[in-house]
């Protein structure tokens, strides 16, 4: 078995009727690396999350979890299995309290199943790790403030508390500071490199000054293949990299962001 | 990972533990108790003893409606398929009683009900719960038709079109109840009332309650934290008909009577659901308000007038429009504004709004009472007997008065209304202010 990798994609592929999105994807993550995956639009980032994640099966192709087969099992499996993932777009709960909302995130992971045998609020393990989480993510002050009710950022934020909630090892963030302004972009950043700290992570990211500053290692993904992926460093001094999508874009990025 | 836990348990459970025995909680429950065990001190008419039967019975298959609706975001047409198989098994198990086969105690009658709803919403909720939203209400929609024809074609056990029969007072007494007299039925009721009330309130205190809320509110969420929502669903289904099997076992006992045609069918399922919304499906006490009306509506109202379902699909519809939260949302609502000390301004306003009303109610019903009697009574000549008030519906100035009556309230209730919407917007904009503030404190 090749569990020296938390994450391996071999030969993915998938497609919509005729269209080809994902042309066959090779991509294999150590246990604990950070990994931005970047691509103009449309190159195929957030369906290779969606078929990772188990949203999508893939049309041929194996996605490996610490070595074991993946794909084509149902998102639930996957997230027992130790990978979760947040939305580009916010999916939380929206008329349930920030509280409430990352509980839901923490029972399955602590064993509590389906039961109706016994009482939320006397779960001491699920209840202080979730005021754990509410504190990490910043937002004890909103404990029962329903989510729909919170400020964008704010609920940008209960979705990677959500996400993380489940304690699963390898994490999957799909474009986490999309929409945010560039203090909170900052802020957020450190918000997500705090918390996923010994965790493998994969990010969409479209920001490259978040790409440069938070990945180990960049995915470059261009018409549904994998390109490059490499440092940082060397995706930058990549040839074909800089000719099919980076080009002037990072030089921008590097000049006003550090 | 397990000793940052243990470290935090102790430093966030001072601000956070449960408190089964708070003294708002403990009022409510003693309160309800009181109220379900003075009530027919109260009320002795045998009237008021009928209807207060029904509510215990109805109390239980609301709350465990909401279960689906509610709490779920289940919205199923098919719930009296539940209570009415429980009715049936029940009274069938009282016949074998009766007949000095296997004798239950009648005191478990209910559960032998709640086990039957249990049995099939385990059967046929399998095939319910694969799906939700609109799927879910078209296959519940099919599966209570299903059963309703299907009970026709099985006389024997469903007793065809007269039913089935039973007489409740078998076997020996329960501590020296035969539950002969309807008072002693009542309590029977009234205690599973209480006793079901708590135990689906709890529900929504455990991990599957809180997980049924969250299907609720994004399925597509749930999946991707390890839960899979069919089962969720699944498993709530059939909590859900458990209960709806008991209040269909205690209406067995107290009709000692069940018929397929009406118990099962989908005019019985609408009912809960209608009066589940209109009690408020959005707090766990607005069914109680539901069964009550219920009751109210079915008894009561259809003795006053034969338009009552008009009547009460105007009412149904003025709801859905200007407070889809049901009754109960509404006292939450103004409860709310109370608790932040500003429900004085609204005395008045409510007052005004309660006299407009009176004439739209006067004036509408005399209309619509008028338009029934030449449409069903017009053999009886066209007078028209209207709280005691003589209409002539052949005279011209009787629907003249009626619609000017009419106007006049419309006119009336618009301007309180107006008036009254402003104060709300101001009162409620006051009391966002506050929270903020609260909140940077």
New interface residues.
């Given amino acids: 078995m090749s569990a020296q990798y938390a994450l391996e994609l071999k030969s993915l592929r998938k497609n919509f009727g005729k269209t080809e999105i994902i042309r066959g994807v090779d991509l294999a993550v150590k246990a604990g690396e950070r990994v931005a995956i970047i691509g103009p639009n449309g190159a195929g980032k957030s369906t290779l999350f969606n078929l990772i ?1 188990g949203r999508l099966a893939p049309t041929s192709g194996e996605v490996l979890l610490n070595g074991q087969r993946i794909d084509g099992k ?3 499996e996957i ?2 299995l130790g990978l ?2 947040s ?1 580009q777009i916010t ?6 309290s920030v509280f ?1 909302n990352l ?3 923490v ?3 602590l064993g ?14 699920a ?3 979730t ?2 989480l509410m504190r990490q993510i910043g937002l004890q ?1 909103k404990r029962d403030v329903h989510a729909v009710n919170l400020t964008y950022a704010e609920q940008r934020a209960l979705e990677i508390g ?1 996400t993380i ?3 699963a090892g390898v994490i999957l963030l799909d474009e986490p500071t999309a929409g945010m302004s560039k203090t909170e972009t900052a802020h957020f950043i450190s918000l997500i490199k705090h918390v996923t700290v010994g965790k493998t992570l994969l990010t969409v990211e479209h920001d490259m000054g978040v790409v440069f500053g938070l990945a180990d290692k960049i995915a470059v993904v261009v018409y549904g293949e994998v390109i490059a992926f490499d440092t940082p460093a060397a995706v930058r001094a990549n040839a074909r990299v800089q000719e099919a999508y980076l080009g002037s874009s990072v030089a921008d990025a590097q000049g006003a962001g550090h | ?1 397990t000793s ?2 243990t470290t ?2 102790a430093a ?2 001072q601000y ?3 408190k089964p025995w708070n003294i708002g909680r403990f009022l409510i429950w003693s309160l309800f108790a009181i109220v379900l065990i003075v009530s027919p001190l109260l009320f002795k008419s045998s009237l008021a003893l009928t209807m207060l039967s029904q509510m215990g019975y109805l109390i239980i298959i609301c709350l465990s409606y909401n279960i689906l609706l509610g709490q779920g975001g289940m919205l199923s047409f098919g719930h009296a398929v539940y209570v009415g198989l429980g009715s049936f098994l029940a009274i069938h198990v009282m016949n074998m009683g009766d007949k000095g086969g296997l004798q239950i105690p009648l005191v478990a009658i209910p559960l032998v009900g709640g086990l039957a709803g249990m049995f099939f919403a385990i059967l046929l909720g399998f095939v319910t719960t694969k799906k939700s939203g609109t799927t879910f209400a078209m296959i519940t929609l099919g599966i209570g038709e299903l059963v309703a024809s299907m009970a026709l074609m099985f006389p024997s056990f469903f007793g065809g079109e007269g039913g089935i029969t039973t007489n409740r007072v078998y076997g020996p007494s329960f501590f020296g109840f035969n539950f002969g007299p309807q008072i002693q039925v009542y309590y029977l009721i009234a205690a599973y009332c209480f006793v079901c009330t708590a135990l689906m309130y ?2 929504t ?7 049924l ?2 299907v ?3 399925p ?9 929502t069919q ?2 669903r699944y ?1 709530a289904f059939i ?1 859900a008909g458990f209960f709806a099997g008991i209040g269909g076992g205690l209406a067995s006992i107290n009709f000692e009577i069940v018929n397929a045609a009406d118990s099962l069918s989908a005019i019985r399922s609408g009912g809960y659901l209608l009066f589940t919304f209109l009690g408020g499906a959005v707090f766990f006490f607005g069914p109680i308000i539901g069964a009550v009306l219920l009751v109210f509506a079915s008894i009561l109202l259809s003795e006053l007038s034969k338009a009552w379902q008009l009547y009460f699909g105007l009412v149904f519809v003025f709801m859905v429009m200007f407070a889809p939260g049901g009754i109960a949302s509404l006292v939450m609502m103004n409860l709310r504004v109370a608790k932040f000390g500003k429900f004085n301004r609204f005395w008045l306003l409510y007052v005004a709004l309660a006299v407009a009303l009176v004439p739209v109610v006067v004036g509408a019903a005399a209309l619509i009472e008028m338009i029934y009697h030449i449409q069903l009574n017009s053999a009886l000549g066209p007078k028209l007997n209207y709280f005691g008030v003589a209409i002539d519906t052949s005279a011209a100035a009787s629907w003249l008065g009626a619609a000017a009556i009419l106007a006049v309230g419309l006119a009336a209730l618009e301007v309180a209304r107006r008036r009254f919407v402003r104060v709300w917007g101001q009162a409620q904009e006051e009391i966002e202010a506050e929270i903020k503030r609260r ?1 940077a404190a």
Avoid: H, Q
């Fill in positions: 994640s149902k998102p639930f997230n027992r979760s993932r939305f999916n939380i709960f929206p008329k349930l409430e509980r839901c995130g029972l399955w992971s509590y199943r389906y039961t109706f045998l016994r009482f939320l609020s006397n779960l001491d393990d209840n202080a790790r005021e754990e002050r959500v909630a489940g304690g | 990972m940052t836990t935090t348990t966030t459970t956070y533990r449960f709890a529900f205190g455990t991990p599957l309650g809180r997980m809320n969250a609720r509110d994004n597509e969420r749930v999946e991707f934290i390890g839960y899979n089962r969720v498993f909590i909140e």
